[in-house]
């Protein structure tokens, strides 16, 4: 897949090191540009890496991430579900399991 992935990793370095340095750079403007001038291939790249960083978890294996090439096939796999289709999930994170939503352990949860 063609285009440009937004480096998040440089984006929390600089914002690590303050508000001095706010002047737009190319690293940033211009993938920010290409993904507003192609929104469809922008979104399918944030889906794949999600995908590709997810597959491993408990979740992941259970709706097979590996096999997902499209948000149609994301649409197919994943059923929408409300909190209480989440809640053994959501359980077990707060019981400390890593690789169950998310990769490692979920350290912070929002009430």
Not at 44 to 60: I, N, S, Y
């Amino acid at each position: 897949m063609r285009g440009f992935l937004i480096n998040l990793s440089a984006l929390e370095q600089d914002n690590r090191r303050g508000f001095a340095h706010m002047t737009p750079s190319r690293r940033y403007v211009k993938p920010l540009q290409w993904a507003a001038d192609n929104p469809h291939l922008a979104q399918a790249q944030v889906l794949h890496a999600l995908l590709e960083k997810g597959r491993d978890t408990q979740f992941g294996k259970q709706h097979q991430f590996h096999q997902i090439r499209s948000a149609s096939d994301f649409a197919k796999a994943v059923p929408i579900s409300d909190y209480e289709g989440l809640r053994p999930y959501v359980e077990d994170c707060l019981d400390g399991k890593p690789n169950v939503l998310w990769p490692g352990k979920i350290r912070m949860f929002a009430t």
